[in-house]
Structures are given as C-alpha cells and as structure tokens.
C-alpha cells in the first residue's frame, strides 16, 4: 500500500485567474509547428542518431510538413555542429523551412552556436535556463534579479554577435525551462527582461517557449498559467507564444491543447512522443487529433506507417501497437460488441458522407491503413494464436505486422468455411499466400538468378522466369543490392520497406527464409512476401517475386 502523502508532497498552487476565457474558446486553426526530434528526442536516446540517421530523419520532417526544426544543441556536440554547418553549406534547408539552435546562457558556447549557423537564410537561436525556485535555490544558488541580469546580458550578447552577419535574419527564442514550476510573477519578468534586451518588434520576431519541464499540475493549471502570461508579456503583438510540454502525467497532449486554447500559438514536440522520462508532447497525436475535429494540421501523416518505420530506425525506438492512431493494433477489434457495431457502421457508411463508423475515430484509409484486421472473431482466434501454432509446429516468427496481415486472411477462411483451421491447414495457407503467390496468380515464377557487379559499386541481376506456358524468360535491372537489383528486373514501382531473415532447421537440413514488406504507390498498406531456399540470397529474390505477385492479385 502506497504510504501517506500528505507529508511528503505538495501541491502546486493554481491561479488566480476567475474570469480565465479559454474554456469557452474553440480551435479552428492548428499551430506553428516545431519539431525537437533531432534535438530533445535524441538526447533521450540509449544510443544518439549518427550523422546519416539525422539526416535522414530531418529529410522526412521537412516532408511531412514541419516549418520549423530543431537541429541540435551545436555548443555542445561537434557532431551537432557539424550537421548543422553540412545543411546550411550544402544547402540541404528549403527556403520556406527554418532550423533552430540551442545553445545555455554562457559567453562561448553563444559564440560557438552563432558560428555554427552564420550564413543561412533565417534561423531560430533557442536560448534557455531554469528559473523555478528549486532550481534557484538548489542548482544555482541565484536571486531572482541575478537571473534577471544573467538574461538581459546574454541577450544583449546574442544581439551584438548577430549583428555582424546581416545576410541571415535571426530569430531568439528564450525559454524560462521550469516555467510550469515557478512564480508567475518571476516568469514574466525574465521573459520580459529577454524581450526588452532584444528589443522584440516588427523587424525583430522573437518567440516565447513556456515549457513545462516536468509535468507537476493538471492540464487545466497549465492553461491558466498560459493565459495568464499572454495577457501580461510586454510587447505582445510582436510575440509568437510556444509552448513545450512534457507527459510526466502523461498529459502532455491534453496541456497543448488547452494552451493552444489559452493563447498559445506554437507547439514544439516529437513525432510519437520521444522524449526524456515519459517523453515529449506527441505531434502525431496532438496534429491527428485536430484532424478529427476537422481541421487540416498543416502536417502530412497520410501514409503514417511509412513515418512510423522512418522514426523508428532513426531512434531504434518501437512504436507500441496500441499507440493513437499508427499502432498496428488500434484498428483491431477483438470484442465480439465491438466487431458488431463497426461492421454495420461499414454497412452504412457512404464514401463522401461524414465518417461515422463507431469505435474508429478517423477513417484508417486517409491515414495510409487498411480495412484489414478491422473485425477479428476473437482473441483466441486472433493473431496471437496463429503465430503461435506456426511457431511451434514450423518455427515461423512472423514480424508483427505481418501477423496482422496474416491473421485477417486465415480469418477470412475460417469465417467462410464455418470452422476452426487446425496447423497443417494455416501452414498451407501460409505457403500459398507468401511463399506460392506468383504461383497462384499465374504470374513468372522463379527459376534461376546470376547476380554481377556494376558501376559505382552497383549490384545487377540476372533473373530467368518461368511464364504462364512454362517458357523461361529473362528480366535484368540494378540497385544497391540483390533486392533493390530484383525491384528493378521485375520493372515495378515497389517500394521495400522492412526485410528480415529467418534460419529454419539446424545442421545440414538447415534453410533460409527472407521477409519482405513492400509498398505500391497509389494502393493502400502494405503486402509482405517471403521466400525459402537453401542460399539467402535466392530466398530474398523469391520474396521479393511473391510479394510483387501478391500486388497483382489485388489489382486484378
């Protein structure tokens, strides 16, 4: 039994705030949107992203959507620095896309960070220091005026380097960190010192940021406190208001929100809620959950599994498959009640009329899913099930989503048929589905393959199929490998986007199984396909052949 509290902790004091006006407000229009994925959300990493992770996960926000991107913390990592320099050098930042830097308040680490980004078209200078009491008094040893002081002078620094490269607009950003902690009183008069030394106005945008830093009230006090600040910022007009909330109470979502109601007109987050501790505010979530409530998020999440593999190789991080809206379980109903009531919300449900399909609150189609797996008959007939049996029996360890895929066909069956599916029955299956698709469709079949190198260090293929009247024919194409070389032969748009191998057998029995999940343009989820051959790289081929047949069986 949890012990006595009320000796030990205490409770945050609310505002005193009653005629707050934001709980009457409606949104009707999203934020300016930051990413802080290469920044806060790699620093909350067992192992940081190296330089080509980072790149490529920045290449992915900017396709999402995002205008504003944290890049890194440059004063305090070379690696840091150095991306930021290769992206501005290399000009790799569109024009309409601006990256921030952070950087604490001391001399050379500001000099370094102004160095580090001296020359691109605009950039955000992200200055910041805790001001809460605990952290006065415990951490730093300060008054409030010497912090006040320590502000005012770092800015005015900032001001005075900036101004001798004039070719880049410059942006400050000041974040009072463990503003969700401190007086109010107290955070308005940093902020302001901070704005008054920049001398914020129309030629100087200056952002903001009240972040809470550790989650310590409900989502409501936070509101309060938000509000309360934007009434009382000095120069008001000429402040964009942001906000960086934490999920410490696991609210981070629900704080945003309510601030954005309260004034707030910029959220910083990362994609799925990486973070330190429980995680920064979730942009998937908090962009959807506008989306929902019919208001465009300025944020393409359109084929969000594709984002979802993309961020998780980048932070080596899985996304939980009951997450909001990209689990790969949150479209999957295993109540019998459930099932009913999203089966005859499907049966009624017209293509342009306003989504009303109970238990689903957003259309998986307009997110890149599929109806797949929506209805299951039960859990003991669900994927779990299947995956067991065909581990047991044949040592398949099917990739999860994979099992999702799977476990609707094999339902599919047993629902048609009105019985049970015993292991040798979802063992034939399985082949024919994965492992027999070109076979079973009636396309080329394999039968041979030569592998040859190529150019700047090219793979190619040479590839002999069997037709549909048993003729071999022969397909070649090249790639950065034998399966980016198979894509290529077979002269079809796929797009691979995981692969595993699997060893069957031990001993000289032994064979290979390769899985693939591939992608096409313009079809909705994804189609895995798999191959088994004594030499693995005969198996990927195969896999590869199946899974493009398997496209062709749903076009015809």
Known sequence: MLADPSHKYRPFPVVNLPDRQWPQRTQSKPPVWLSTDLRDGNQALFEPMNRDRKLR?????????????????????????????QLIDEQMIPSDVTPMVITQLREDLIETTVRSVAGARRVI??????IAPAFREIVFGMEVSQIIDMVRHHVELLKRLTAQH?????VLQYSPET???????????????????????????????????????????????????????????????????????????????????AGAQRVEGCLFGNGERSGNLDVVTLALNLYTQAIAP???????????????????????????????????????SHQD??????????????WRVPYLPVDPKDLGRTYDSIVRVNSQSGKGGIAFLLQRDYGIVMPRRMQVEFSAIVQQI?????????????????????????????????????????????????????????E??????????????????????????????????????????????????????????????ANIITASVMAVMNAAARFEEVEA
């Open 179 to 261: 503003f969700c902690m401190a007086e109010l009183d107290v955070s308005l008069a940093v902020c302001n010192a901070a704005i008054q030394a920049w001398d914020a106005g129309p030629e100087r945008a200056m952002i903001i940021n009240l972040p809470t830093t550790v989650e310590v009230t409900t989502a409501n006090v936070f509101a309060d406190q938000i509000e309360w600040m934007d009434r009382h910022l000095d120069r008001r007009e000429h402040i964009v208001l942001s906000v960086h909330p934490h999920n410490d109470r696991g609210t981070g979502v629900a704080c945003a929100e309510q601030a954005m109601l």
């Open 298 to 336: 300025g944020l393409d999440f359109s084929d969000i599994s594709a984002v979802a593999r993309i961020a998780e190789e980048a932070t080596s991080l899985p996304i939980h498959p009951r997450h909001p809206y990209v689990g790969d379980l949150v479209f999957t109903a295993f109540s019998g």
């Open 125 to 130: 200078v992200h200055f910041y220091n805790a």
């Open 472 to 533: 071999t024919e022969t397909y070649t194409g090249t790639g950065n490998g034998p399966i980016a070389a198979t894509v290529s032969a077979l002269k079809l748009p796929l797009r691979i986007d995981s692969y595993e191998e699997r060893s069957l057998g031990a001993g000289a029995d032994a064979c290979a199984m390769a899985i693939v999940e591939a992608v096409l343009p313009g079809v909705p989820g994804s189609k895995f396909g798999v191959g088994k051959h």
């Open 341 to 354: 009531a999203i089966a005859k919300g499907f049966a009624v449900q017209k293509e342009d009329a306003p």
């Open 57 to 85: 996960l920045f290449q992915e926000l900017v396709r999402i959507g995002f205008k504003e991107i944290e890049v890194g913390f440059p004063s305090a990592s070379q690696t840091d620095f150095d991306i930021v320099r």
């Open 414 to 470: 047993a629902d048609s048929g009105e019985t049970e599916l015993n292991s040798q029955q979802i063992w034939a299956l399985f082949e024919a589905t994965y492992l027999q698709a070109n076979e079973r469709q009636g396309t080329a079949s394999y039968r041979a393959h030569r592998l040859f190198d190529e150019a700047q260090g090219q793979q190619g293929i040479e590839l002999q199929c069997a037709n549909v009247s048993g």
């Open 166 to 170: 004039p070719e880049t607009e410059w």
